[in-house]
T-cell receptor
Framework: SQQGEEDPQALSIQEGENATMNCSYK?????LQWYRQNSGRGLVHLIL?????REKHSGRLRVTLDTSKKSSSLLITASRAADTASYFC??????????FGQGTILTVHP | EAQVTQNPRYLITVTGKKLTVTCSQN?????MSWYRQDPGLGLRQIYY???????DKGDVPEGYKVSRKEKRNFPLILESPSPNQTSLYFC????????????FGPGTRLTVT
């Protein structure tokens, strides 16, 4: 089974609203990363949070990590139509390995 | 421009006809990896390489081969493709051990009939 599992599977919101996606994982991690994928294209790295960090910001993105609950959340504030994409969390439990979840499909309506 | 390139971008082939998908990166990254993406299954790692001449199996290596003779190139070889290898393939590279930020290529959409 996948190490990271995103929730919800799909999210539909209006432009200007905030979007929150969650990721749960099973084993200990070195870091957790979030990626974005526009339809059928390559993944783009958004943000990396290490196991000893609790929160990280990058522009309109805010990521939190709770290692006690083995979960992370990605918040996109003031969403834009251009944010429409699939978002994946990826966990790095060990050297040389990055395991991806199945993703959350975000649709932002103008 | 720092990038990972893949060729071809689209390929339709027949069962059993050997093919190679090339991957090249210009960032001097040590780590490279191949993934396949299928609906409902997410991204699954096929093979990865920590450095030149060092390769290892990922989660779904059956039916695939790789080689790493040069740091910049990491081709994916399908010796005898089958329809269940129809998928979207991504190559990625990373400066670190693979557990750091990965840079992805644009993808190769393969159809095996």
């Amino acid at each position: 089974s996948q190490q990271g599992e995103e929730d919800p599977q799909a999210l539909s919101i209006q432009e200007g609203e905030n979007a929150t996606m969650n990721c749960s994982y099973k084993t200990s991690i070195n870091n957790l990363q979030w990626y974005r994928q526009n339809s059928g294209r390559g993944l783009v790295h958004l943000i990396l949070i290490r196991s000893n960090e609790r929160e990280k910001h990058s522009g309109r993105l805010r990521v939190t990590l709770d290692t006690s609950k083995k979960s992370s959340s990605l918040l996109i504030t003031a969403s834009r139509a251009a944010d429409t994409a699939s978002y994946f969390c990826a966990t790095a439990p060990s050297y040389g390995k990055l395991t991806f979840g199945q993703g959350t499909i975000l649709t932002v309506h103008p | 421009e720092a990038q990972v390139t893949q060729n071809p971008r689209y390929l339709i082939t027949v069962t059993g006809k050997k093919l190679t998908v090339t991957c090249s990166q210009n960032m001097n990254h040590e780590y490279m990896s191949w993934y396949r993406q299928d609906p409902g299954l997410g991204l699954r790692q096929i093979y990865y390489s920590m450095n030149v001449e060092v390769t290892d199996k990922g989660d779904v290596p059956e039916g695939y081969k790789v080689s790493r003779k040069e740091k910049r190139n990491f081709p994916l070889i399908l010796e005898s493709p089958s329809p269940n290898q129809t998928s979207l393939y991504f190559c990625a590279s990373s400066l670190g051990a693979g557990s750091e930020e990965q840079y992805f290529g644009p993808g190769t959409r393969l159809t095996v009939t």
